[in-house]
């Protein structure tokens, strides 16, 4: 595990902000951290990176003790925070520089992180220009320079438009299929994180309600078959009175728990011999937001 947290505990105050955490991030997953606003995602993150005071539990990561281990660990984790601290009236690759003389990194490595992170034809124009997107991208370059193996994000699609959120991605996908970086991404929205996560743990109210692989996260989601038909409130009564569960009925759709191929097969030919006429019929996987809502909401 790249990231292990053992009875993490916090409080602001009395107020208990992370309770009994126990995170587990594999080498080279992109893990979205995900919780509505103020779960204590940015707490947990400022742990992470000891930018607040350890009160209780642990947190190891790459194998090692943060607290004892601190500057060696932190040498090796790339992070952002909110709004990337970048100097508007520098260049991208002004910033980068900046960035490389302070990090006491070869100053050629601007141009890699250029490179690395589309901003190639964007590098020698004023930072101030930058769309949001690429404002975060250059943030995400300034925080590869040191090349760590980590990297630590908070929110990093926030505010961002969905072409920016889109380029986001794609770059976090590219960081940890080909150069090998273990992503540690922050978000409140699921489908944000979705379409990239190898992992997902959701925090609500401090609490960890969920961790594990995103087929994990899938599996527990209920398949269910979906049958679009004329009149469904008697569609549905007559299958309720066949023995079948309906989950949820609306104007034109059904739902109903699917058990196998064979099973939706028969609910076609039921529905139709009793003269109902069928415009689709299908499985479909409860929705992750859907999911992530309930989990959320239940806790
Ligand atoms: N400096 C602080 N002092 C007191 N309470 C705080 C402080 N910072 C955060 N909190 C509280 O701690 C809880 C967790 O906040 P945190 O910022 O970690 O949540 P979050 O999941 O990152 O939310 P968001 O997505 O809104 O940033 C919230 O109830 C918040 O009000």
Do not use: C, W
């Not at 992070?79 to 970048?86: C, F, G, K, R």
């Not at 970086?181 to 994180?193: I, Q, R």
């Not at 269910?224 to 038909?229: D, F, I, L, P, Y």
């Amino acid at each position: 595990m790249v990231i292990k947290t053992e009875n993490l505990n916090f409080y602001f105050g009395n107020q208990p902000v992370i309770k009994s955490l126990a995170l587990q991030v594999p080498e080279g997953s992109i893990f979205g951290f995900l919780g509505p606003n103020g779960a204590g995602k940015t707490t947990t993150i400022k742990l992470l990176l000891n930018l607040l005071k350890l009160q209780e539990g642990s947190i190891s990561i790459f194998g090692h003790e943060l607290l004892s281990n601190r500057l060696e660990i932190l040498r090796q984790i790339g992070s952002l925070i909110e709004q990337p601290a970048i100097y508007t009236h520098l260049t991208g690759k002004e910033n980068l520089i900046n960035r490389a003389r302070l990090l006491e990194v070869p100053v050629d490595r601007a141009d890699d992180m250029l490179k690395l992170v589309g901003l190639n034809d964007a590098g020698l124009k004023k930072a101030g220009n930058y769309s949001l997107g690429m404002k975060q991208r250059l943030g995400i370059g300034l925080a590869l320079l040191a090349n760590p193996k980590l990297l630590i994000l908070d929110e990093p699609t926030n505010g961002l438009d969905p072409n920016g959120i889109i380029e986001v991605r794609e770059l976090l996908i590219k960081l940890a299929k080909e150069e090998g970086k273990t992503v540690f991404v922050s978000s409140h929205m699921l489908a944000e994180v979705e379409r990239m996560a190898t992992h997902v743990g959701i925090i609500n109210r401090g609490e960890l309600v969920f961790q594990g692989s995103i087929q994990d996260l899938e599996s527990i989601s209920q398949p269910m078959v979906q049958v679009e038909t004329d009149n469904t409130a008697d569609a549905a009564n007559y299958l309720k009175r066949n023995g079948y569960e309906i989950g949820h009925v609306t104007d034109s759709f059904i739902t109903l728990p699917f058990t196998s191929k064979d099973n939706t097969a028969t609910i076609n030919a039921a529905l139709h011999n009793n003269g109902h006429r069928i415009y689709s019929i299908g499985k479909v996987q409860k929705d992750l937001e859907q999911l992530f809502l309930n989990i959320t909401q239940k806790s």
